[in-house]
C-alpha cells in the first residue's frame, strides 16, 4: 500500500514541478493532506446527514474525547503513541456501544448520558494521563485533540482508506434505511426496519470513523465537520437528496479549502482549525441565504 500512495505522491510532485500546478503540490507531507481530505470530506459529510437527523452531534464529541483514553491506555500498554490505533478502537468501540445500550435500557435523556459517559471517560484519561507522562512528551497529544492533517503518515492513511471502504461496504447498501429510521423511527418499524439494529450499526460507524479521523482532524473538530456541512446543507434543501449531496459538497470544499489557503496565502492558521473555519462560513452563508431569500425559508428535512 505505501508503494502506491508513494506513486500518487511522486506523480503530483512532478506536476508541481512541471508548473502544471501550485508549488505547495511539491510537498509530500501537502499532498498526503489533500488525499486525506478528499476521502474525509465526503465521508463526514455523507455520514453528518444521519448525525444532524438524529440529533447525536454530542455523541460524536464524546467518542472523540474517549480516544483521549484510548491513547493513554495504548502507551500504557506498549502501542506506539504515534499511532495507538489498536487501544484507541477497542475503548471508543466498548464506550460508544455501552453508551447506546445504557441509553435505550435507562431511556434516560441523551445529552444527559452522554454527559455522564464524557465526564468518566475525561477523568480516566486525566488519570492515565498522569502515568504515561513519564514515557512521553504529553505535548503529543494536542495532535489527539486538535488534529494534524498536514502530519498524516501512510500509516494513518492506511487506516483511514480501510475505515473509509468498511464504512461504504456497511453505509450504502443501508443507508435509505438508516436514514428513514433516523428521520422517522415510527414509520421505519412499521415498515419492518429494524431500527434499533441499525441504531447499533449507526453507532459503530461513527464510533470508527471518529477515531480514524482524530488524527487528521483532531477530537475536538470531528464533531464540527459532521455537524457544520450537514447543516449549512439543511439550510438551502426541502429534499433528502439535496441533503444529502450537498453536505457532502460543503464538507469536502471545506476541507480541502482548509488545507490549501494557509500553505497557499501564508497564513498563520493550523489546518484543523481552518477547516473548520472554511465550513462555519459556508453556513453562516447559507443561514443568511435562507433569512433573505423567500424560496428557501421553507427548506428543512
Given at each position: 500500500m505505501s508503494s502506491l500512495y508513494e506513486v500518487v505522491r511522486q506523480y503530483i510532485i512532478g506536476l508541481a514541478n512541471a508548473g502544471v500546478i501550485h508549488y505547495t503540490f511539491s510537498y509530500a507531507f501537502v499532498v498526503n493532506a489533500?488525499?486525506?481530505?478528499?476521502?474525509?470530506?465526503?465521508?463526514?459529510?455523507?455520514?453528518?446527514?444521519?448525525?444532524v437527523a438524529k440529533r447525536m452531534a454530542f455523541f460524536s464529541q464524546a467518542v472523540g474525547n474517549a480516544a483521549l483514553t484510548g491513547v493513554a491506555i495504548g502507551v500504557i500498554i506498549g502501542e506506539s503513541y504515534t499511532a495507538p490505533y489498536m487501544s484507541m478502537f477497542s475503548f471508543c468501540l466498548l464506550f460508544g456501544l455501552f453508551l447506546n445500550f445504557s441509553r435505550n435500557r435507562t431511556k434516560m435523556s441523551s445529552d444527559t448520558l452522554i454527559g455522564v459517559f464524557l465526564s468518566i471517560s475525561l477523568a480516566i484519561g486525566a488519570t492515565a494521563l498522569l502515568w504515561v507522562s513519564a514515557k512521553?512528551?504529553?505535548?503529543?497529544?494536542?495532535?489527539?485533540?486538535?488534529?494534524?492533517?498536514?502530519?498524516?503518515?501512510?500509516?494513518?492513511?492506511?487506516?483511514?482508506?480501510?475505515?473509509?471502504?468498511?464504512?461504504?461496504?456497511?453505509?450504502?447498501?443501508?443507508?435509505?434505511?438508516?436514514?428513514?429510521?433516523?428521520?422517522?423511527?415510527?414509520?421505519?418499524?412499521?415498515?419492518?426496519?429494524?431500527?434499533?439494529?441499525?441504531?447499533?450499526?449507526?453507532?459503530?460507524?461513527?464510533?470508527?470513523?471518529?477515531?480514524?479521523?482524530?488524527k487528521i482532524i483532531g477530537a475536538v473538530l470531528v464533531e464540527a465537520l459532521l455537524l457544520i456541512p450537514a447543516a449549512a446543507s439543511r439550510n438551502l434543501n426541502r429534499s433528502i437528496?439535496?441533503?444529502?449531496?450537498?453536505?457532502?459538497?460543503?464538507?469536502t470544499v471545506s476541507c480541502l479549502v482548509g488545507v490549501y489557503a494557509p500553505l497557499r496565502f501564508d497564513l498563520p492558521v493550523p489546518s484543523g482549525g481552518a477547516i473548520i473555519l472554511t465550513g462555519a462560513a459556508i453556513f453562516i452563508v447559507t443561514m443568511i441565504i435562507r433569512m433573505t431569500v423567500p424560496r428557501y425559508r421553507e427548506a428543512a428535512i
Open positions: 489533500f488525499l486525506c481530505s478528499i476521502v474525509v470530506g465526503p465521508l463526514l459529510g455523507g455520514i453528518g446527514t444521519m448525525v512521553v512528551n504529553t505535548h503529543i497529544l494536542d495532535t489527539v485533540m486538535f488534529g494534524s492533517i498536514l502530519t498524516v503518515n501512510d500509516t494513518d492513511m492506511s487506516v483511514l482508506l480501510a475505515t473509509t471502504l468498511l464504512t461504504a461496504a456497511t453505509a450504502l447498501p443501508l443507508f435509505n434505511q438508516m436514514l428513514l429510521a433516523s428521520l422517522n423511527p415510527s414509520l421505519a418499524h412499521v415498515r419492518g426496519i429494524k431500527v434499533h439494529l441499525l441504531e447499533y450499526v449507526f453507532v459503530l460507524l461513527i464510533t470508527i470513523l471518529t477515531v480514524a479521523c482524530v437528496r439535496g441533503f444529502v449531496l450537498w453536505s457532502i459538497v460543503f464538507s
